[in-house]
């Protein structure tokens, strides 16, 4: 029942018996080979204890190193485990921070990041950003110096939308903040400088263009001064004031970070340079007016001119008179009022609202007003409320450490 199916021949048993005799033949030879080369280590080991003894009988303390052994070279003991990852390319790390710098790199390779890492990872796709990002630095520049503005905005845009290792640009490094106000004031400008410059043929002689080696010299462009529209002030304002909110000043920030206190006195000059301009511009307007009008034969032409620089001052006092009033609701808090570019500014719109209301009042001695019940006296007596205020501040701003100019120092020792 048990019995095979098949059995192999008398000839073919002969034949496997002879293998297996070859295979446990040479199997003997081979653990006979492995027993001397032990015993031959053995005694290899002994005399080299032998060796090391002293005469004292004692192990010397100077054993063989061997000096190209990884453990010897890191200095690490083979009896203690060796570091976590990055180890070796890197000291070795605690386990804990190890598994917080693999939740880290984990949340920041999601799209979109959820952690924003302090060392960015240095990856193919972050050089190539960055050089994307120098390079279209390089053409804002490039446009802005050939007056290209509306070119200039576009790369100004993608500038703003680049991330690097998930980190948007950063407008108040380098002094990028600036970049902004200025194309927001110059949006309108459509042509490049090269069309915007006139030259000043009529204005030379022939002799005066030409050189020490006698050959004609192309008279110097003179350019034309740069207008900008209301429109573009009211932009650039808008642009601080969302700087303002965005960044403001926290009382843990460092002397050297870029916050509202940097971005105030930009707000403030953009303010009074609108209100100067809008002044100026109106003047200019009323004596082209006048240029190609006939001349004044009756009294009544120049006093309507009289009446409508005093209009234009006027107006220009009425636009001021707020900058006034949101510097010194400012600085009633710190660390405003201690700001030293504040401090001087407040002192310099003092002086400047002063001059108005002495101007109007001169202006309209011999009326009655200037249309809001005001009398030549209340006009004299806020001409000495803002010359006082003026004077405070400019004087805090000296004792602080600001250098002003020696008319400005002269009306501040005078009072």
């Known amino acids: 029942m048990f019995t095979p199916v098949y059995r192999p021949s008398d000839a073919q048993q002969g034949s496997l018996a002879r293998y297996r005799k070859r295979e446990q033949k040479r199997k003997r030879d081979e653990d006979d080979q492995d027993s001397s080369a032990d015993d031959d280590e053995d005694r290899t080991t002994k005399a080299n204890l032998t060796s090391d003894y002293g005469r004292s009988g004692r192990v010397s303390s100077f054993l063989p190193v061997n000096r190209t052994d990884p453990y010897h070279v890191a200095g690490h003991s083979r009896q203690t485990p060796l570091p976590l990852s990055p180890f070796p390319h890197a000291p070795p790390i605690d386990r804990a921070q190890y598994q917080e710098r693999r939740v880290e790199k984990e949340l920041t390779t999601l799209n979109p990041p959820l952690f924003v890492s302090k060392n960015p990872i240095d990856d193919g796709i972050n050089s190539s950003k960055r050089r994307h990002a120098d390079n279209i630095t390089t053409i804002l520049h490039r446009c802005m110096l050939q007056g290209d503005w509306q070119r200039a905005a576009r790369a100004w845009g993608l500038l703003l939308r680049t991330e690097i290792a998930g980190r948007g640009t950063d407008v108040r490094q380098n002094g990028r903040w600036g970049i902004g106000a200025e194309l927001l004031l110059r949006r309108d400008q459509q042509l490049p400088s090269t069309h915007r410059t006139t030259r000043a043929w009529e204005s030379r002689d022939v002799g005066e263009n030409v050189d020490d080696a006698g050959?004609?010299?192309?008279?110097?462009?003179?350019?034309?001064?740069?207008?900008?529209?209301?429109?573009?002030?009211?932009?650039?304002?808008?642009?601080?004031?969302?700087?303002?909110?965005?960044?403001?000043?926290?009382?843990?920030?460092?002397?050297?970070?870029?916050?509202?206190?940097?971005?105030?006195?930009?707000?403030?000059?953009?303010w009074i340079f609108e209100v100067q301009d809008r002044s100026h511009r109106a003047r200019q307007n009323l004596e082209t007016r006048r240029e190609k009008s006939p001349p004044a034969s009756e009294p009544s032409d120049s006093s309507r001119d009289n009446e409508t620089q005093t209009a234009i001052r006027y107006r220009e006092l009425q636009e001021g008179l707020p900058i006034g009033q949101r510097m010194d609701d400012l600085m009633l808090s710190p660390p405003y009022d201690a700001s030293l570019p504040l401090l001087q500014l407040r002192g310099m719109v003092g002086l400047w609202l002063a001059d108005l209301h002495r101007m109007i009042a001169e202006a309209s001695s011999s009326e009655d007003g200037m249309g809001d019940g005001l009398s030549v006296q209340q006009f004299r007596d806020e001409e000495a409320r803002e010359k006082e205020k003026a004077v405070h501040f400019l004087r805090k701003a000296k004792n602080a450490g600001a250098e002003l100019p020696e008319s400005i120092l002269d009306t501040v020792e005078s009072s």
């Open 215 to 270: 050959a004609y010299a192309e008279p110097a462009a003179v350019s034309e001064e740069a207008a900008f529209s209301d429109q573009g002030f009211r932009l650039a304002k808008d642009y601080y004031e969302r700087l303002i909110l965005q960044y403001p000043h926290l009382p843990r920030s460092g002397h050297s970070s870029v916050n509202a206190v940097v971005f105030y006195p930009a707000l403030f000059n953009i």
